[in-house]
C-alpha cells in the first residue's frame, strides 16, 4: 500500500471583474479553492448571493496562465493588462449553456498559486492521492 500526504485545503478569496461581451465590467466575488484530496484541480467558487456556483479544472491551467496563455476546451486562462493597465489573469469558462468571462488581480492569483504549490508542489501531486481508496470507491459504484 503506498503511503499518502496530507496537506490543507487552501482559499483564497478574490475580487473578480465579469466581462461581458462589450468589454463591460461587473464586480464578482469568488474564492479559489485547492484540496489536495484532488491534487491535479483547483476549484473557482462564484459567490452569486443566492448560491455558490463551482467550477474545477485543472491547476496547471491557472498556474500556466500566470505567464502565458494556457487552456483547451472548456477552460482558458492568460495573462493581460486591465483597462486602466493593472496586471491581470484572464479566465474564460465555457459550457453548453453559455461562456464566462472573468479577470482577476494577478497578485491574489499569484499568492494563491504560491500557497498551492508550497503545499502540493508541481510533479508531487500523486504523492497526495489514495490510489487505494480512489480504486476502491470506483469499484463500490
Known sequence: ?????????????????????????????????????????????????????????????????????????????????SSNGSAVVIVELCSPDGELLVQAGSRAVNTFVGKMLASVPDGQESAFVDFDSELAHLFAV
Open 1 to 81: 500500500m503506498k503511503q499518502t500526504k496530507t496537506a490543507q485545503v487552501i482559499t483564497e478569496s478574490v475580487e473578480l471583474e465579469f466581462v461581458d461581451p462589450q468589454g463591460e465590467s461587473t464586480a464578482l466575488e469568488a474564492d479559489l479553492v485547492f484540496d489536495p484530496a484532488d491534487p491535479f484541480a483547483v476549484t473557482m467558487v462564484f459567490r452569486t448571493g443566492v448560491q455558490e456556483v463551482r467550477w474545477t479544472f485543472g491547476r496547471e491551467l491557472l498556474v500556466e496562465g500566470l505567464y502565458e496563455p494556457t487552456g483547451d476546451g472548456d477552460v482558458h486562462v492568460w495573462p493581460c493588462l
